[in-house]
């Protein structure tokens, strides 16, 4: 809808709007500003859904979870805008990104190019890396995973421009949808080679948004706001695929049983265990392994498929989709046995159930504590609420687009692969992190998922520090066999961030009740580093201007904690507005059974390892890092209470 009304608008402005300023919305009629709704899909996007037909609403969520609020039945679920917790700043006030237009002011200076922020305060060899002493890669990774269950940004479906059609992966010009990566002189990467940008597709605008009306633009989050486990299950029934569904080609679901079982690798197995299926898109960014090894016979495979499209990003994250598919399929194996009269799609509904209670215990009891620290976790998560149905969980803008980027600072330069004694494996090494983007192939050919897992426990984390940001494997090297020019993770973040309409730092910091330094000597004094201070005012000049994703990773880190003040407060009141607005909540009363809280309530990670992979010993924290000789035993670790789940009947 949004490009069919801009092209409508460039038509007039050549035409009868050439010396008026006047926005193309106001001269389209009602009527067919309702046939363009209509026909683009965005009245039905608009249009709240009735609940009143909608089975077992008070026993199991859907897909999009639409109907979790019974009120707002839209709230939270998938394909719906993120929300703002600041009002969006573009450049003109309705649309285009600070830094469209370079020359333009913002608080009275130009903004610098997100690439020089990047080389001048980011740039950090692999050799600089500094590890952290307290927590394992796992925590990096488990990061990453939380956030695809959260949020993802779809972005614009055409790849080139709506007035030109210029191609934006080979161009420089920004015209919608392109705002590409200006590359600076003397970068030390392209020297002086021929690239004079990093391509850049904006997010794809809500319906309705973005001068349509004068309306400010949004972004969509196509994933749901709740932690329901949708990397493994999907946000959307075609992808889920429910019973009724007949659109079984592209399910998650294997309907050639009444087992409610998740689909698995037909063509290949990890030592006998269940590997993820493989896509059916003829397309395949995988296929990497002659381009990586140099060896042109080298067989390839397809993507694998997961609940989430990001899947293959890297082995570690393929290993955790493929751990959890695995774990479901135990879990219903384990119900049709305690409850032999139960279908399909009971057995189903109620291993998702089951895995989105684990999820939500792990995070929050777990996870959270390590990287907002105990003073936010009692500020904001303790003791749980209870449900209200006038707390809005959707996520914000500024959570998705900055504040749950920081662990791209936590992310080691190598992929690692131990053996069974936890030592560099010596028949495939670890590779290095770009030569580990979209490999399923090496988990097929490779020794599976044992070794990475094995590497994500027994490493530690790369520790954030204001010297030693972000890794060049993803300042430098993203993606480098899967596109034309290898991209930079930390200019993506920052121009995301501009392309989106964030407010810069101090808003936020005002957001959170924070100090708003405005020279030098308080910027110095809120970062606690004089010389990091000074850096980032010769780029910014005032620290209004500093992008806020940046702005929260320098920040020194709160006590207990992996993020400083700001990300801590935004992080926090993102999980505390998650978990309040749930409906579905484990704790929520009526959900599970007091029996059943109780089984979730000793969930363990280590546990979920044990029951599906090889590995015989691991940390009974995997979080925490801690030497080989402190693991436990696996038969050591009880085994998650189904009995509650048995159903008695008469």
Not at 1 to 16: D, F
Not at 288 to 309: S, W
Request: glycine share 6%.
């Amino acid at each position: 809808m949004h490009n069919a009304v801009e092209l409508i608008q460039r038509s007039l402005q050549k035409g009868l709007l050439q010396k008026a300023f006047l926005n193309a919305t106001d001269l389209i009629s009602k009527e067919d500003l309702q046939f363009i709704a209509d026909g683009t899909g965005c009245s039905t996007r608009h249009r709240a859904p009735s609940c009143k037909t909608t089975p077992n609403l008070g026993r199991f969520r859907t897909a999009s979870s639409v109907c979790n609020n019974r009120k707002n039945t839209r709230l939270g679920s998938s394909n719906t805008p993120f929300t703002r917790w600041l009002p969006a700043e573009y450049q003109d006030q309705i649309s285009l990104p600070k830094g469209w237009d370079p020359e333009h002011r913002i608080n009275g200076h130009l903004l610098p190019l997100v690439r020089d922020v990047s080389n001048r305060i980011l740039q950090t060899a692999n050799s600089d890396v500094e590890s952290d002493p307290l927590y394992s890669h796992l925590v990096t990774i488990f990061g990453q995973w939380t956030d695809h269950d959260l949020t993802f940004t779809p972005h614009s479906p055409s790849i080139r421009s709506y007035s030109s059609g210029i191609d934006c992966d080979k161009s420089c010009e920004n015209t919608e949808p392109c705002f590409p990566i200006d590359i600076p002189k003397k970068d030390p990467r392209f020297g002086r080679k021929s690239e004079k940008c990093i391509p850049f597709f904006r997010s794809a605008a809500a319906c309705g948004s973005g001068n349509f009306g004068h309306t400010v633009r949004q972004q969509i989050n196509s994933l749901t706001a709740f932690l329901d486990v949708g990397q493994v299950y999907g946000a959307e029934d075609s992808k889920a695929c429910g019973a009724e569904d007949i659109n079984a080609r592209f399910s998650l679901r294997d309907l050639t049983s009444d087992k409610g079982r998740l689909r698995v690798n037909k063509q290949y197995t990890d030592n006998s265990r269940e590997l993820l299926p493989f896509s059916s898109m003829v397309t395949n960014m995988c296929a990497t392994r002659k381009r990586i090894t140099n060896d042109q016979y080298a067989k390839e495979v397809p993507c694998f498929v997961a609940g989430d499209e990001r899947s293959n990003e890297h082995g570690g994250l393929t290993s955790l989709h493929t751990l959890f598919m695995r774990e479901h399929n135990r879990l219903v194996d384990r119900l049709a046995d305690l409850n032999p009269h139960w279908d399909g799609e009971r057995l189903y509904q109620e291993g998702r159930k089951i895995m989105g209670g684990y999820l939500q215990v792990l995070t929050f009891r777990d996870y959270l504590l390590h990287i907002v620290g105990p003073d936010f976790i009692a500020r904001y998560l303790s003791t749980y609420p209870g449900y209200d149905e006038d707390v809005d969980p959707s996520i914000s803008n500024v959570f998705a687009t900055a504040a749950y980027r920081f662990a791209h600072l936590m992310v080691q330069p190598i992929m690692f692969r131990l053996n069974e004694t936890y030592e560099e494996h010596p028949d495939f090494p670890s590779p290095l992190l770009h030569k580990a983007f979209f490999t399923p192939w090496r988990i097929v050919f490779e020794g599976g998922v044992d070794p990475i897992i094995r590497g994500l426990v027994g490493h530690k984390a790369k520790l954030n520090t204001q010297d030693h940001m972000m890794s060049d494997e993803l300042r430098d090297r993203l993606f480098k066999f899967t596109s034309d020019l290898a991209l930079d993770l930390a200019s993506l973040n920052m121009q995301r961030g501009r392309d989106h309409g964030l407010p810069g730092y101090n808003k936020w910091r005002k957001f959170c009740g924070l100090t708003q330094p405005k020279n030098k000597k308080q910027l110095s004094k809120v970062l606690k580093n004089k010389k990091l201070a000074q850096q980032l005012l010769k780029l910014y000049k005032t620290p209004d201007n500093i992008d806020v994703w940046l702005g929260g990773v320098a920040e020194p880190f709160v006590p207990g904690g992996r993020v400083g003040p700001l990300f801590a407060c935004l992080i926090a009141t993102q999980f505390q507005r998650i978990r309040q607005g749930d409906r579905l909540w484990w704790e929520n009363k009526g959900v599970f059974t007091e029996a059943q809280r109780d089984s979730l309530r000793n969930t363990s990670l280590a546990r979920i390892i044990c029951d599906n992979t090889g590995i015989t010993n691991v940390p009974a924290q995997p979080f925490q890092y801690s030497t080989r000789s402190s693991y436990t035993e696996c038969w050591d670790i009880p085994a998650f209470d189904l009995s509650p789940w048995k159903e008695n009947i008469e």
